[in-house]
């Protein structure tokens, strides 16, 4: 009796390997339509590029490092709040990390120089990019903000304190940076 209901077991978990084999071949099949799909998604997701851009809306005094290899996203975030609020100083995009700036998206917007508190007027503009990049995160695609020692993130939508990293410039109360999807 064991030896026959073992071999009906057997069986109906062959069909079941049979079935999840085939199951597994059509997804394989399917893989590169929605890798494709997600691709065409994520370039409608990008915000449009700001209307003639070089036109000298963007100074070159806003030009920091990284310029080049940020990605369209966070160009197009970084250029609108330029376009926005002006840069008082270089704005700080790609750099060799392996952080957000690493992948290109990410930038600091400083609102000072060499590790320096910011002055109350840059403090306040500092202040106004963070809201503004609050209130169009989902337009723009904002992953997370961080400014004087607060991270905002687009999955929770409220502040929460970080650890003290040292300085002026790594508790971020000298820039703002911004990250994108």
Known sequence: TLRDEQAILTSEL???????????????EQREEVTKRIEEYE????PE????????????????????????????????IIMQFGAPYPVGCWRPSNDDHGTGTACDFMMSANGAAPSAANQA??????????????????????????????????????NDRGDLTQNHYDHVHISSY
């Open 125 to 162: 503009l500092g202040q106004q990019i963070s809201d503004y990049g609050i209130a169009n995160a989902d337009r723009l695609g904002i992953k997370y903000i961080i400014w004087e020692q607060q991270i905002w993130q687009s999955t929770s939508r409220q502040w929460t304190w970080m």
């Open 43 to 46: 370039e409608e997701q990008v």
């Open 49 to 80: 590029a700001p209307e003639n851009p070089g036109n000298g809306s963007i100074p070159d005094s806003a030009r920091g490092g990284g310029w080049e290899q940020t990605t369209p996203r966070m160009a197009a975030i970084r250029d609108e």
């Open 14 to 28: 062959q069909d079941e390997m049979a079935e999840a084999s085939e199951l597994i071949d059509e997804l394989e």
